[in-house]
């Protein structure tokens, strides 16, 4: 992705202007590279609009992010994966003093996504955790597999890179319902040492689940403004099991 743009814009005023990113993207010879955030409007168009900009999208091979917002227009989340458009999780910041209600949590933004397009049944839970999984990775590499319709599951096999996250449930629904602490972070077939604190020191186990990596705050950082400060920053370096993680926290 180099390209991110926040589309607010509701109605018939949201499809111009995806209508003109669509334009320009054709032009520039930018398929592949450019993600709409948000896009809220767009799940009140008509359904004839609404498939007719899922087909550009994929065409052009847009992706999207969603906070999974409780308003009452909602992207088609079911209908984006017929056309293969790569869709995924992400918040604009963390838990800070602009915003009490938020924080880099992904187990907890999955569940709000099944919530808010209800979907109470163990396999659209299934689904919302795909998103979140398959979903961001795909955004982050356009290389990674792709959710190719609202089946398609996340999975390891012999041979697939050993990055992934385990935790405790009965099964994946219970898991995301229940959202517990205790995880295991596995990088490049390394445990992350586990990061013991308050949720935003903590957010390194839960940014992992989109293909996020993302640790406590710099020292500097967490003098200035404690541990939930929202402007993380860096990389992540393969093999590093001793000393701080990495930091990575794009914003969406």
């Given at each position: 992705?180099?390209?991110?743009?926040?589309?607010?814009?509701a109605?018939?005023?949201?499809?111009?202007?995806?209508?003109?990113?669509?334009?320009?993207?054709?032009?520039?010879?930018?398929?592949?590279?450019?993600?709409?955030?948000?896009?809220?409007?767009?799940?009140?168009?008509?359904?004839a609009?609404?498939?007719?900009?899922?087909?550009?999208?994929?065409?052009?091979?847009?992706?999207?992010?969603?906070?999974?917002?409780?308003?009452?227009?909602?992207?088609?989340?079911?209908?984006?994966?017929?056309?293969?458009?790569?869709?995924?999780?992400?918040?604009?910041?963390?838990?800070?003093?602009?915003?009490?209600?938020?924080?880099?949590?992904?187990?907890?933004?999955?569940?709000?996504?099944?919530?808010?397009?209800?979907?109470?049944?163990?396999?659209?839970?299934?689904?919302?955790?795909a998103?979140?999984?398959?979903?961001?990775?795909?955004?982050?590499?356009?290389?990674?597999?792709?959710?190719?319709?609202?089946?398609?599951?996340?999975?390891?096999?012999?041979?697939?890179?050993?990055?992934?996250?385990?935790?405790?449930?009965?099964?994946?629904?219970?898991?995301?319902?229940?959202?517990g602490?205790?995880?295991?972070?596995?990088?490049?077939?390394?445990?992350?040492?586990?990061?013991?604190?308050?949720?935003?020191?903590?957010?390194?186990?839960?940014?992992?689940?989109?293909?996020?990596?993302?640790?406590?705050?710099?020292?500097?950082?967490?003098?200035?403004?404690?541990?939930?400060?929202?402007?993380?920053?860096?990389?992540?370096?393969?093999?590093?099991?001793?000393?701080?993680p990495?930091?990575?926290?794009?914003?969406?």
């Amino acid at each position: 992705m180099d390209i991110g743009i926040h589309l607010h814009e509701a109605g018939t005023q949201g499809v111009f202007s995806a209508e003109l990113i669509a334009e320009r993207t054709r032009a520039l010879g930018m398929e592949g590279r450019v993600n709409l955030s948000h896009a809220y409007g767009l799940g009140a168009v008509g359904e004839a609009t609404s498939r007719k900009l899922s087909d550009t999208f994929a065409e052009l091979d847009f992706s999207l992010t969603s906070v999974a917002p409780s308003t009452s227009t909602l992207l088609p989340l079911l209908g984006l994966a017929e056309p293969v458009v790569r869709f995924g999780l992400g918040k604009d910041g963390q838990w800070d003093y602009w915003s009490p209600y938020v924080n880099c949590e992904m187990l907890d933004r999955t569940w709000q996504l099944a919530f808010v397009y209800g979907m109470p049944k163990d396999e659209q839970i299934e689904h919302a955790l795909a998103v979140a999984a398959m979903g961001g990775a795909s955004i982050m590499k356009r290389e990674m597999p792709r959710l190719a319709s609202v089946a398609d599951r996340p999975g390891i096999a012999v041979g697939d890179r050993a990055d992934l996250v385990l935790m405790d449930g009965q099964t994946v629904a219970s898991a995301v319902m229940e959202r517990g602490a205790d995880r295991t972070v596995i990088r490049d077939g390394r445990v992350v040492p586990r990061v013991e604190g308050t949720v935003g020191q903590r957010a390194i186990l839960s940014w992992w689940i989109q293909g996020i990596v993302c640790s406590t705050p710099s020292p500097r950082q967490a003098q200035r403004t404690g541990p939930r400060h929202s402007e993380l920053h860096g990389t992540l370096h393969p093999g590093n099991t001793a000393g701080t993680p990495g930091r990575l926290c794009p914003k969406f």
